[in-house]
């Protein structure tokens, strides 16, 4: 157990709609970062944030947007979701250069 | 741009026979490289980091990885698989200056009884 927790685990949604993924880091962890994990694109970097701020940003659509909140847990907002879309999405939280990675959400279009 | 490669999307060995998993980057510095093991249904796990200093580095579960600046290199290396080792082993990159990492696209490591 990495000490990361996402919610939900798995989420099945239709095309065109939005969803929220949510994550709590490791106590004491300021950075949380987001990745995308498909068959055909492999572990994509989508964004990090800093203790509420965004740090640095990796392959993120101009649909997903994400935020980081004064308790440090972050969300993951996609929108006009598309088929393309179903992946496992992973949070990490880190204190240091160290990543801790979380369970993963399993979003599924149809 | 900064590259991870991991050529083998697949490699089957025995049980108790010596392991290698090829990585190499591309970047203009000295790159943060890292080790990830996946399990089934889990996320990724740190095996080991290389920052700087000794180019040998050891890592969990008796793994060991070495930098190699000439080559571009940072293989991962086992010198007896166990059954539970089989999972998916990912290469990753960041830069000094950045909060971005690269992960190669995985080796799929598959351990015979």
């Known amino acids: 157990d990495s000490g990361v927790t996402q919610t939900p685990k798995h989420l099945i949604t239709a095309t065109g709609q939005r969803v929220t993924l949510r994550c709590s880091p490791r106590s004491g962890d300021l950075s949380v970062y987001w990745y995308q994990q498909s068959l055909d694109q492999g572990l994509q970097f989508l964004i990090q944030?800093?203790?509420?701020?965004?740090?640095a940003k990796g392959n993120i659509l101009e649909r997903f947007s994400a935020q980081q909140f004064p308790d440090l847990h972050s969300e993951l907002n996609l929108s006009s979701l598309e088929l393309g879309d179903s992946a496992l999405y992973f949070c990490?939280?880190?204190?240091?250069?160290?990543?801790?990675f979380g369970p993963g959400t399993r979003l599924t279009v149809l | 741009a900064q590259s991870v490669t991991q050529p083998d999307i697949h490699i089957t060995v025995s049980e108790g026979a010596s392991l290698e998993l090829r990585c190499n980057y591309s970047y203009g510095a000295t790159p943060y490289l890292f080790w990830y093991v996946q399990s089934p249904g889990q996320g990724l796990q740190l095996l080991l980091k290389y920052f700087s200093g000794d180019t040998l580095v050891q890592g969990i579960k008796g793994f060991e990885a070495e930098f190699k600046r000439s080559q571009s290199s940072f293989n991962l290396r086992k010198p007896s698989v166990h059954w539970s080792d089989a999972a998916e082993y990912f290469c990753?990159?960041?830069?000094?200056?950045?909060?971005?990492?690269?992960f190669g696209t995985g080796t799929r490591l598959k351990v015979l009884a």
């Open positions: 990490a939280s880190s204190w240091g250069d160290e990543q801790f």
């Open positions: 990753a990159v960041r830069s000094s200056g950045t909060y971005k990492y690269i």
């Open positions: 944030y800093y203790n509420g701020e965004e740090r």
